[in-house]
């Protein structure tokens, strides 16, 4: 059986290569820049014969939860190389990793997901759904003229790290499953050649400035016949519908494309003629409740309920057992209870409907639920909900 245990660091730069290659990339970075940003105490190398041919990494992170911040085991680099496949390494690893997660008391991790079949199985739940867009310039009118007092001007791509992480925070406020964008990111987006390349491809940045402050932005690059919107970040409705009048109206374009747009989006309800934008959904991040307890006196309930949960965690022995949840807006106390259930739900239910990706009863019409009481169902959607539904812009 190979070996499972930290990266050395004189291995960092062997493990990264190994990690590109088993994703079918050739390692392109200079790593003397990563290798402050990772701690080696929280690598995984999984040695065979000598030889790398695993590995995993957590990053410790801050997630936006209803009502707050928790703190995350941000799961990245996860990998097998292609001549150790199917041998029982990927749950080895992640048995391993989740332990040393449960060891270090941080109650929640999360990941995103190369393969939505892989993590299933570990007891993550989708937290967050994204949709991509696509709309002919045609079909962009509006069903009202917005009076948008503002102005639409470029920003220097050295400047981003300077002007936008303000705007970014300002447009994920009080909404779940937000990792905020690290300072070495926007320094490192900020220095990228794409901004500087010839020919179509290249990326832009423009602001909605109103008051003299940056309300909106967006990143954007073309790719004729359309207009890729990388990410759209707005902090009040005449921001947000200022930029897309600006991606939609660029000449020499037919259509736009956006990626990664919260499912509650308010530009369909924009359009008047919404039928022309064709929306496709997939899953965002994946998160992994490590401990129920912790993670469920992290967040706010929108409703003040008491609620018995019988837990389904095959891969966690410490969740496998029912929870009391008694919680409000001012916050919430969860406790071991050796009372009768109200509802019986899977870990990776729970993941789901943590965030807010999905309610209770949805849970449980795909057999991820089981109410053993009438009314509980609603009574936990009620309890559970959010204001906004969760996404995830931003990878970490």
């Known amino acids: 059986m190979p070996e499972l245990r930290n990266v050395t660091p004189d291995e960092f730069e062997r493990w990264m290569r190994v990690e590109s290659r088993a994703h079918g990339n050739r390692f392109n970075h200079d790593p003397e820049e990563l290798r402050p940003h990772f701690d080696l105490t929280r690598t995984i190398a999984v040695v065979d014969e000598g030889q790398i041919v695993g590995g995993a990494h957590s990053h410790l992170l801050e997630m936006s939860v209803p009502g707050g911040v928790a703190t995350v085991a941000g799961v990245s680099n996860v990998e097998v190389q292609p001549t150790h496949t199917r041998r029982g390494i990927m749950t080895n690893m992640m048995r391993h990793q989740i332990d040393g997660i449960h060891e270090r008391d941080e109650p929640l991790a999360a990941l995103f997901a190369t393969e939505s ?4 199985r570990f007891g993550y739940g989708v937290g967050s759904v994204h949709e991509s867009w696509t709309i002919d310039k045609r079909h962009t009118t509006y069903n009202r003229r917005p009076d948008s007092p503002g102005t639409i001007a470029f920003v220097d791509p050295a400047d981003i790290g300077k002007e936008l992480p303000d705007v970014f925070r300002r447009g994920t406020e009080g909404r779940p ?14 220095r990228d050649p794409i901004h500087s390349q010839g020919g179509q491809g290249g990326i832009f940045y423009a ?12 990143n954007y690059r073309t790719q004729r016949p359309a207009v890729i919107v990388n990410e759209l970040m707005a902090t009040t409705p005449d921001a947000s519908a200022a930029l897309w009048r600006f991606c939609f109206d660029l000449d020499l374009h037919e259509r736009t494309d956006a990626i990664k747009r919260p499912v509650d989006d308010p530009l369909p309800w924009l359009l008047a003629d919404p039928r022309r934008l064709q929306r496709s959904a997939r899953d965002g991040l994946w998160v992994r409740i490590v401990d129920v307890a912790a993670a469920l006196q992290l967040r706010q309930y929108l409703s003040n309920d008491r609620l018995t949960l019988q837990i389904k965690d095959d891969f966690c ?34 993941a789901s409907a943590y965030l807010g990706a999905a309610s209770f009863t949805t849970l449980a019409q795909a057999g991820l639920v089981d109410e053993h009481s009438p009314g509980v169902l609603a009574r936990a959607d009620r309890m559970f909900a959010v204001q906004l539904k969760p996404w995830t812009p931003y990878n970490f």
Not at 117 to 120: C, T
Not at 177 to 190: G, I, L, N, Y
């Open 207 to 218: 602001a909605y400035i109103e008051n003299g402050r940056i309300d909106g932005y967006v």
């Open 317 to 350: 022995s410490w969740n496998n057992r029912c929870f009391e949840l008694d919680g409000s807006l001012e916050g919430a106390i969860c406790r071991p209870s050796a009372g009768s259930p109200d509802l019986t739900i899977t870990v990776g239910g729970l």
């Open 177 to 190: 499953a937000v990792f905020q964008r690290a300072p070495h990111h926007w320094e490192r987006d900020s």
């Open 117 to 120: 079949a892989i993590y299933g």
